[in-house]
């Protein structure tokens, strides 16, 4: 039978929620044990695929095609493994199957409440993913004292009564503030949250406390009185530099032992190894590379969490230290203002949406790189961007565009796809010979999409006149994926989110040589 750890938050959102059950399941995983993990959000839109990324951040798109909250992103990094639809569940999803369940007859008359009949469904989609673990973790979003968390809460409740104390484990992430102008650390807003948590029926096994300060014996104590918690179950979660360092910060605290005992597991030693040389390898501090990521959501970093996190990764397998510089894609349009803001950086990234605003912006950032040499990767939108530049500027097709963005344009190199959003991955053939094909060091590669558009290959033949190479297909659609331009040192564009399978210590090819060619161009810059 498999155990579940209950991750649930209080005081403020944003705490680290994700990272701490990925941290959990890494230790382990680490272990031997088979670990699962499920994200449970309250919101009651179906999926984050159709919100704002400047209120949400990223959508992380599995590979079965579900769109999903950012925190999947740091459980697949954390555990290297591939999640699925049924890693991502949303109040809209669970209200949904309530209803159509109620129409479809099968609650035979009976009145629907969110007891039992919604916080049944929430159970069902957790105790799914059971078979084949011996640990699933399942993080709740939200904060203790939400008005849309309460059945998720009533929902697991109910499961340590059903699966009994020895098979499930609550913790709580919370918060110590450090009070700058009394110079002390505040327990009261942790001891309110776990009152607010026992008050729903819910007593928390192991606190973690973040804080910018470490504690003393006294705040351990204090916080152990007064949540109900025992001292060796309190443990202070405190701001490291890495997310990367959170697992050997709970390790030195002893968790996973803590999570061992209450389930009676065997806690068996830790592989380490490779996470710690990891983690050295992003400590370098030379070579120094400074890259561009342009998008039109800067102001919220979370909507390119995967970018970043692929970007550290490449640069831990070159040891080289990585400087990133946001550039805002709708404020970059004027010569000027490009070269202000690439004049001195080492490669340039791309990413787009499925919105056009910002797409004028990311053509004009194209242009600048491929006229300057500047190591440029497009993804997605960006790709889109990639080829329309190329388009305009290198084809004498001026208005070039998308017709999904500008019905009337008379040299529509981008169409809308007839199904929609293309969600999901999907099956690329790499020409043989081309940069895409030396990148991957194989034929057939497999790729996550989210996207409304794809290239027009009514223009395929004009572009590659003019040295634009088409180098990856998904065949049976005749679908471009990947475009390059020979005759730059590094001009890709990719139609699919490398990103999304991007490991800590297995970086993704695309983004490693990527960073090998703005290495190189910094050499060549700088001498």
């Not at 484990?169 to 110590?176: A, D, P, Q």
């Not at 404020?331 to 490669?347: E, I």
């Not at 790709?383 to 040299?411: I, V």
């Not at 999409?449 to 065949?475: D, P």
Request: proline share 5%.
């Amino acid at each position: 039978m498999a155990k579940y750890i209950f991750v649930v938050g209080g005081v403020l959102s944003s705490l680290g929620k994700g990272i701490a059950s990925a941290s959990i399941g890494f230790l382990l995983k680490s272990m031997g044990y088979r670990v699962k993990i499920q994200k449970l959000d309250p919101y009651l839109n179906l999926d984050p695929g159709r919100m704002s990324p400047l209120q949400h951040g990223e959508v992380f798109v599995t590979d079965d095609g579900a769109q999903a909250d950012l925190d999947l992103g740091h459980y697949e990094r954390f555990l290297d493994q591939a999640l699925g639809r049924n890693s991502s569940c949303s109040a809209g999803q669970i209200y949904e199957n309530v209803l159509r369940r109620e129409t479809n007859g099968l609650y035979q008359g009976r009145t629907v409440q969110v007891i039992p009949h919604v916080t049944d469904e929430i159970k069902r989609r957790i105790l799914e993913i059971g078979p084949q673990a011996d640990v699933v973790i399942v993080e709740i979003g939200g904060t203790v004292g939400d008005i849309e968390i309460l059945p998720f809460l009533e929902a697991v409740r109910q499961m340590r009564l059903d699966l009994g104390v020895q098979n499930t484990l609550f913790v709580m992430l919370t918060y110590i503030p450090w009070i700058r102008s009394a110079e002390e650390l505040k327990t009261k807003p942790a001891q309110h949250s776990a009152y607010k948590l026992r008050e729903i029926g819910i007593q928390p096994d192991i606190l973690l406390c973040r804080s910018e300060k470490p504690f003393g014996p006294e705040i351990y104590d204090k916080i152990a009185l007064f949540t109900n918690v025992p001292r060796k179950s309190v443990i202070n979660a405190i701001d490291v530099d890495s997310v990367y360092e959170c697992p050997l910060v709970y390790r030195k605290a002893g968790l996973h032992r803590i999570v061992c005992q209450h389930f009676g597991l065997e806690s068996k030693p830790l592989r380490l190894g490779a996470w710690k040389s990891f983690l050295h390898s992003i400590e370098v501090e030379e070579p120094r590379l400074k890259i561009a990521v342009c998008g039109k959501y800067i102001q919220c970093r979370d909507a390119y969490k995967s970018v970043g996190e692929a970007l550290t990764h490449a640069a831990a397998f070159h040891r080289a230290a990585l400087e990133l510089i946001w550039i805002d894609s709708s404020q970059a349009l004027k010569p000027s203002a490009l070269k202000k803001a690439f004049s001195d950086v080492d490669g340039i990234l791309v990413e787009g949406g499925l919105e056009a605003a910002g797409l004028e912006g990311e053509v004009a950032i194209a242009g600048f790189a491929r006229k300057k040499g500047i190591p440029f990767l497009g993804i997605s939108l960006g790709m889109q961007a990639m080829a329309t530049e190329f388009a305009r500027n290198a084809c004498a097709l001026k208005k070039a565009g998308s017709q999904l963005f500008d019905p009337h344009t008379p040299d529509p190199v981008f169409v809308p796809l007839q199904a929609g959003t293309r969600l999901g991955a999907k099956d690329i053939t790499l020409e043989a010979g081309s940069q895409a094909r030396k990148i991957y060091k194989r034929a057939q590669i497999s790729e996550r999409h989210r996207h409304r558009q794809a290239f027009n290959n009514a223009y395929r033949s004009a572009l590659e006149a003019k040295g634009l190479h088409f180098s990856g297909l998904v065949k049976d659609e005749e679908m471009v994926e990947v475009i390059e331009v020979p005759a730059q040192r590094f001009h890709v564009g990719v139609q699919f989110h490398p990103q999304f399978k991007s490991r800590p210590n297995r970086a993704h090819p695309m983004f490693k040589e990527f960073l090998r060619t703005a290495l190189e161009y910094c050499k060549i810059k700088d001498s």
